[in-house]
């Protein structure tokens, strides 16, 4: 059975920093995509940025710059390291990976941006 475990949200103060962890166990293959998210209560859920299999990656005008997403190949885990972080950046952040033809979707972590 394969599992996506999200970690590494909480609060943070505005100009700070956290690194999200999206850890895939019991998959078959290697991630082919992966895909962070973010969904604030009452908005649709918007895409942050991705990264496919060769490590391109692409970024949200509204975080390029500040955020970086990354992988580990070996440990199937893609990260999201996020800096100068801004309250607007305040949500539900999910990751949702391709393995194959079949789309996984993770639980969540709240990440809080408040003084």
């Known amino acids: 059975q394969v599992q996506l475990v999200e970690s590494g949200g909480g609060l943070v103060q505005p100009g700070g920093s956290l690194k999200l962890t999206c850890a895939a166990s019991g998959l078959r293959g290697s991630i082919n995509f992966g895909v962070w998210y973010r969904q604030v209560p009452g908005k649709e859920r918007e895409r942050v940025g991705s990264i496919i299999v060769n490590g391109t990656t692409y970024y949200e005008d509204s975080v390029q710059g500040r955020f970086t997403i990354s992988r580990d190949n070996a440990k199937n885990t893609v990260y999201l390291q996020m800096s100068s972080l801004k309250p607007d950046d305040t949500g539900v952040y999910y990751c949702?990976?391709?393995?194959?033809?079949?789309?996984?979707w993770g639980q969540g972590t709240q990440v809080t941006v408040s003084s």
């Open positions: 949702n990976i391709l393995s194959g033809r079949v789309s996984y």
